[in-house]
């Protein structure tokens, strides 16, 4: 199988896919090493009509299947991480990522992919689990989400959820226009 030949398939694969694909798994699969897979990755992110995103639980390829997104800017202390997630899963949204404006480093960003509560667990036990701190941290409890959803009315509703536990916090005339969406 020569590199396009497996790159194609790598994109059918996770088209199909109904979960992330980690690259163990698809290295195993295609029969070559993890490190090939982190390469071809890159080759196929630098595609204009891909978007490869690669989360805690593997590679995904972008689908737009939801047609509206918001970005929230929130504040909360860490253990009401899993309140803040759980309540935008369960009025229908998905988290796409969470970003932090940094003064001096910009902006800082990890997709997520949570759409469930399952996603949600997962998430926070490997967070637990593992030597790293929430980015959340380095800027004070201060951080954004993209959050998708199908209908404006349920980004609305989510937002208005979040000011209802105190969790929302302004947007400042200082932040770049890709955080605020200016």
């Keep these: 199988m020569t590199g396009a ?4 398939k790598i994109i059918d694969l996770l088209r199909t896919a109904k979960a ?3 690259g163990s798994e698809l290295a195993r699969e295609l029969g070559v090493s993890r490190q090939v897979i982190v390469q071809d990755m890159a080759l196929l992110r630098a595609r204009t009509d891909l978007e490869i995103l690669s989360t805690y639980r593997g590679y995904v390829l972008r689908s737009d299947t939801a047609q509206f997104r918001r970005v929230f800017k929130v504040r909360h202390n860490a253990s ?3 309140r803040e997630l759980r309540e935008i899963v369960d ?15 910009g902006i800082v960003r990890a997709a997520l992919r949570l759409s469930s509560r399952a996603d949600i667990d997962l998430f926070l036990e490997r967070l637990a689990t593992g030597s790293s701190e929430p980015l959340m941290r380095i800027t004070d409890d ?3 989400h993209t959050v998708a959803a199908d209908h404006e009315e349920t980004l609305a509703r989510i937002e ?3 000011g209802e536990l105190g969790f929302l916090a302004p947007l400042r005339d200082y ?8």
């Design 142 to 144: 201060f951080h954004y």
């Design 5 to 8: 030949e497996r790159r194609a």
């Design 160 to 162: 208005a959820r979040l």
């Design 91 to 105: 009025l229908g949204g998905r988290i796409e990522d969470v970003f932090i404006y940094h003064k001096v480093y």
């Design 20 to 22: 992330p694909r980690s």
């Design 80 to 82: 009401e991480t899993a």
């Design 175 to 182: 932040e770049p226009q890709d955080v605020t969406g200016k």
